[in-house]
């Protein structure tokens, strides 16, 4: 039952085996955040250009929730737009609170994390990651609303 | 593993455990493996009977009404103040303050007496252990006054090193406020010892009760604390009741914390005049029906025993601690059982607190995972948070094998 939904297969794998956790020493937005209830940590780095995400990786500490939400977030957002990766972080917010049922379409395997919304504590895991990119990508959105592409 | 439940002398947990109406509940299709009563205890049919009672037949406010109803509910609170401070050995029934619990308290305790009496250079002596509830309020009372915070250490073991008592314990510290009871280590300080040692520099002792009260037999005039706090809900009694003991003296010079009705005397365009101890600190409605439910958990508890309460805990306690390590869990705490109480705190493979307070979930257990409120204790072992299992009174062996046996399924899980 809820177990099986919210430690699906694909939250155990992208826990143990987390996509993009690297470093990018000269990434040129970087953010960290914790989550002080349980410690969890993430620190995001991103190489944009013209408003596009170009790579995205992650390193931290944490339960399975927060570092699998974190490394299929990296999968997800990669070659999007900031404009699309907003909506995109909306939308995962959304599923997260339980106010959008999911399309796998847009979704991909970050519909893993739905089984969450039963554990309101831990939806906090869940968005810390999409939390730190937000913030990583704040300036340069506003770059790129400036920019004369 | 199972085993048979061996009884304690005079604790029936069988009988215990019946008179918990939760604890017959079901999650999920399991049964119920309370074990979080350091967060709040689970509450005995006599103390839910206690409350509905006060409403259904006495419900007034205290201390106004010309009419029966209001002096029975006066004698019902001012009965429950009488048996809460007979509980704890004071003799004079005014020295028991009724709030919301030690949060409270000890929030009145440092802007009443902390805000009036500390002044620059003074010192705050804390340890490493306290709860977050047991340091923030000195932070503000240190803030506003100048006086400083100084923190006695935790050994490897999980005890405070008192070895820097002598260091940190000077002229200069005018208040030293220490748990009587780890709520994530689950330590038992000597209180008594360092009640002398502060009384040695002429410093006032605060004892945080919340996890000292509901498990052990205490007698204040034996520890010789200046401050006791007292939370109900963690000893069997309604959320929002317990309160503090303080010695007279001190709550006659310190200050109210809370002004409203009832807490004065008169009433003047540019000041007051404070009611006579305890209404001086009791301003506005009380927790009246709480307080008369706590005295039916105080009953409750005095008809166990309070020895026999500590014995089966320091069995269960004792019990879990060597199935944990059998299991290969780290431990963090002592693990002599003569030095602690029920709450256990570890860290299960590499298996992270919330993954596994999760999967534990799922088999009816329920445990605590987090940092507890001890964000210190969480640094000096060096881990973002741990799972708490805490045991009381009706507890049995029998939920510390369940819960050894859903770490084996945490491990497949994560493993």
Same mark, same amino acid.
């Given at each position: ?7 699906? %297969? ?12 690297? %470093? ?57 737009? /900031?404009?699309? /990766? ?30 969450? /919304? ?13 939390? /730190? ?17 | ?10 604790l029936d947990v069988e009988r215990v455990r019946a008179d918990f109406p939760i604890l017959s ?17 689970q509450?005995p049919r006599r ?63 440092? &802007? ?19 709860? &977050? ?122 200050? +109210?914390?809370?002004?409203?009705? &009832? ?37 409750y508890?005095?008809?166990l ?65 987090? &940092? ?11 881990? +973002? ?8 009174v009706y507890?049995t ?19």
């Open positions: 039952m809820a177990l099986d939904e919210i430690y699906k %297969e694909v939250i155990l794998d992208h826990y143990k085996n987390p996509r993009n956790k690297r %470093e990018i020493p000269d990434a040129e937005l970087t953010c960290s955040k914790n989550n002080p209830l349980c410690g969890d940590e993430i620190t995001v780095y991103v190489q944009a250009d013209g408003g596009k995400v170009l790579d995205v990786s992650f390193v931290g500490q944490g339960c399975s929730i927060s570092q699998s939400s974190a490394s299929m977030m990296t999968e997800s957002v990669s070659g999007k737009t /900031v404009e699309e /990766v907003g909506e995109l972080s909306t939308s995962v917010r959304g599923m997260l609170s339980g106010e959008i049922e999911p399309d796998e379409d847009e979704f991909g395997e970050l519909v893993a994390l739905k089984g969450v /919304v039963k554990y309101p504590i831990r939806v906090k895991c869940a968005v810390l990651a999409w939390d /730190v990119l937000q913030e990583a990508l704040a300036g340069e959105g506003a770059a790129a609303g400036t920019s004369p592409h | 593993m199972a085993v048979t439940e061996r009884r304690t002398a005079g509940r079901t999650v999920g299709d399991r049964p119920l493996v309370y074990l979080d009563s350091a967060a709040t205890s509450k103390v839910l009977d206690a409350e509905r009672d006060f409403y259904e037949r006495h419900n007034a406010n205290v201390h106004r009404g010309i009419y029966m109803l209001s002096e029975e509910a006066t004698e019902l609170y001012e009965g429950a103040r009488a048996k809460i401070a007979g509980f704890i050995g004071a003799t004079d029934a005014n020295t028991v303050i009724f709030n919301r619990g030690t949060t409270e308290s000890i929030n009145a305790i440092a &802007h009443g007496w902390g805000r009036k009496f500390l002044k620059e250079g003074d010192e705050i002596l804390l340890t490493d252990m306290e709860h &977050h509830s047991n340091i923030v309020p000195w932070q503000l009372a240190a803030k506003a006054t100048g006086a400083t915070l100084r923190y006695i250490s935790i050994t490897d073991e999980g005890l405070l090193d008192l070895s820097e008592l002598g260091s940190l314990l000077t002229e200069k510290t005018k208040v030293f406020a220490v748990t009587g009871g780890s709520n994530s280590l689950g330590t038992f300080p000597p209180v008594r010892q360092l009640a002398d040692a502060a009384h040695a520099v002429g410093a006032l002792l605060v004892v945080d009760g919340a996890q000292l009260v509901p498990h052990l037999p205490v007698d204040v005039a034996e520890l010789d604390c200046d401050f006791l706090t007292i939370s109900g809900h963690k000893m069997l009694g309604p959320t929002a009741s317990g309160g503090f003991y303080a010695k007279r003296e001190l709550l006659e010079e310190m200050d +109210p914390f809370i002004g409203g009705g &009832h807490m004065i005397h008169e009433v003047f365009r540019e000041y007051s005049t404070w009611n006579e101890v305890p209404g001086k600190f009791e301003g506005g409605t009380m927790n009246i029906a709480q307080e008369v439910g706590l005295a039916a958990a105080v009953d508890l005095e008809g025993g309070m020895d026999e309460v500590r014995a089966h805990e320091e069995e269960v306690a004792g019990y879990a601690l060597e199935r944990l390590l059998g299991a290969g869990a780290r431990i963090f705490g002592p693990t002599d059982t003569s030095v602690r109480g029920g709450a256990v705190s570890f860290w299960y493979k590499e298996v992270h607190p919330h993954d596994l307070a999760t999967i534990l979930n799922e088999e009816g257990i329920a445990v605590r995972a987090g &940092h507890h409120c001890n964000q210190l204790v969480m640094r000096r072992f060096g881990v +973002p948070a741990t799972t708490r299992a805490s045991f009381y507890n062996k029998h939920e510390v094998d369940a819960l050894i046996e859903a770490l084996g399924k945490a491990e497949s899980v994560f493993g």
